[in-house]
């Protein structure tokens, strides 16, 4: 007769919060709030933002990394392993992004919250076909309406662009450098309109 093996009831108090927390976005199928996880795990939001930096720290040189966006985290692969996890799911390779897609990309990742109208000012061109690819191709998302006339649709990058370009967050896009040295940040205020973006910003 095998001998029966006693798991202690208080096991999983062992378990670090850090180790909780890379269980819990192991599982969830989209990026959660450290208030979510904090609610889960009975502890303070602050506790849960220190240990997700330890896990940052923790990641580094690893082949997946934490991953924040709009202050949601989610565990991503880091993008040196793309080629090989896309043979290992025998993924066909991510159709090229066009000049005219990598524009509107880059208007939009520096400049989000973004309408329409605007990017269409920016560019100097209608941007309409292009947002619909890049909404289908689910680097773009809408997230909500412009309090403008009209109300229209205001558009902000995804979680899916930051794993796209191999980014843990918008924050690590590099700051443009403008003419007569204005200096532009990713999501600040909109620019003049009828301004060239440099679409090399973003590159496959």
């Known amino acids: 007769m095998s001998e029966e093996i006693n798991i202690p009831s208080n096991l999983s108090q062992k378990l670090s919060l850090e180790a909780k927390i890379e269980a819990l976005l192991f599982v969830s199928p989209r990026a959660v709030t450290a208030g979510k996880m904090a609610e889960v795990l009975k502890v303070t939001p602050r506790e849960v933002e220190k240990a997700l930096r330890n896990l940052e720290i923790l990641f580094k040189n690893r082949g997946i990394h934490l991953q924040k966006n709009r202050g949601r985290y989610q565990l991503t692969t880091v993008p040196e392993t793309s080629q090989i996890v896309e043979d290992f799911l025998n993924l066909e390779v991510t159709t090229r992004l066009t000049k005219a897609s990598?524009?509107?990309?880059?208007?939009?990742?520096?400049?989000?919250?973004?309408?329409?109208?605007?990017?269409?000012?920016?560019?100097?061109?209608?941007?309409?076909?292009?947002?619909?690819?890049?909404?289908?191709?689910?680097?773009?998302?809408?997230?909500?309406?412009?309090?403008?006339?009209?109300?229209?649709?205001l558009y902000t990058t995804s979680p899916e662009f930051l794993q796209h370009f191999g980014l843990s967050s918008i924050t690590d896009l590099p700051t443009l450098t403008l003419p007569y040295n204005r200096k532009i940040k990713p999501g600040s205020a909109p620019i003049q309109p009828k301004l060239t973006m440099d679409a090399k910003i973003l590159k496959e």
Do not use: F, H
């Open 102 to 153: 990598l524009e509107t990309l880059a208007i939009i990742a520096y400049q989000q919250p973004i309408t329409r109208p605007m990017i269409d000012s920016i560019r100097g061109v209608n941007s309409d076909s292009v947002i619909k690819t890049l909404l289908s191709k689910g680097l773009i998302e809408e997230t909500g309406r412009s309090e403008r006339p009209g109300r229209p649709i």
